[in-house]
């Protein structure tokens, strides 16, 4: 009677063995998708931060554009108004 106990043990082995080669290789799997996966993080990343980039200097361009404009909003209202100052004469 121990000789079956000793075959069902030894195939309950062979199949546990052959469960660890296949968690090998899942895992394997894993780990280069996983390394995929942070690679295409980092590819992310350095277009976020090149869009960051141009979206600081495009706000900048914007805000000397709008300082551009209200001085000259502000120098063509002192034309207007002296014009209308000196027509009231």
Do not use: C
Request: glycine share 4%.
């Amino acid at each position: 009677m121990a000789d079956p106990d000793l075959k069902f043990l030894g195939e309950q082995i062979q199949r546990i063995q052959a469960e660890l080669r296949d968690l090998r290789g899942v895992r394997a799997d894993v780990s280069h998708l996983r390394a995929e996966i942070e690679d295409r993080f980092e590819s992310v990343y350095s277009r976020l931060d090149a869009v960051e980039s141009q979206l600081g200097r495009f706000y900048t361009e914007m805000d000397a554009r709008f300082v551009q404009v209200h001085q000259t909003m502000a120098t063509n209202l002192e034309a207007v108004l002296a014009a209308i100052a000196a027509l009231k004469r």
